[in-house]
């Protein structure tokens, strides 16, 4: 499986404290079966994203950890007027090993009205967002349609492992569910900030997905669109899965 979001990295947000959670995050990620880990650390009003200590801190984690799983480096950029400057005049910085897509979060508490131009920038500039974890935003559960129309614009949609297993209490899981049946959710991640509490596994997800929807349903969400983000490849879009898990049609 393939991890695009986590703060795995020590010291830069609200993530990982230190050196040895960071490594303890890593064996989790790698006993669980996770081959690549993104390391996304925050771009918002309280913690500044800078490139040059994000790739230190990478190379420091890995020479730490080991070879597994692969460190890739991103960014969980927030809506904001100044980042979403930045992201436009130097997409390069803040995308997924400096390739085509984004991570981008929308406030808890505004869902910005002109999103939707916000994305056609993004898009205009070669940049895909991914929008994160929408079922924990009590505003985005409320805005199916917005998100589908995101959706239709380009972006593509991320959703929280542990939300599946009911982490986040019963209206993130049951959001992130409707996310799938609708065939809104493209990738599923961990967003992992420890070791303990948010820990880097997606094996509970993929086995839970896999249950539900079928097999090519969670070798989708975990292995292959992440997969197609690290390569900056597009991310297919699919109607919607059969709640018996059985089928998963393309439609464009």
Known sequence: MIDIHSHILPGLDDGSPSLEESVEMMRIAARTGTTDIVATPHANLEYSFELELTERKIAELAAAAGPEPRIHRGCDLHLSYDNIQQALARPSRFTIDGGTYLLVEFPDLLIIRT????????????????????????????????????????????????????????????????????????????????????????????????????????????????????????????EKPSATGKKWYRFW
């Open 115 to 238: 999103a939707g131009d916000i994305f056609d920038m993004l898009l205009g500039a070669g940049v895909v967002p991914i929008i994160t974890h929408p079922e924990r935003n009590a505003l985005l559960q409320q805005r199916l349609g917005e998100l589908e129309g995101w959706v239709e614009q380009g972006c593509r949609v991320q959703v929280t492992a542990q939300s599946f297993l009911g982490r986040f209490g019963r209206q993130a899981r049951e959001f992130a569910e409707l996310l799938v049946r609708r065939g809104v959710a493209h990738l599923v991640a961990s967003d992992a900030h420890d070791a303990e509490d948010r820990p880097p596994d997606l094996a509970g997800a993929y086995d839970y997905l896999r249950r539900k929807y079928g097999e090519e349903v969670a070798q989708r969400l975990l292995v292959d669109n992440p997969r197609r983000v690290l390569e900056s490849r597009p991310i297919e879009v699919f």
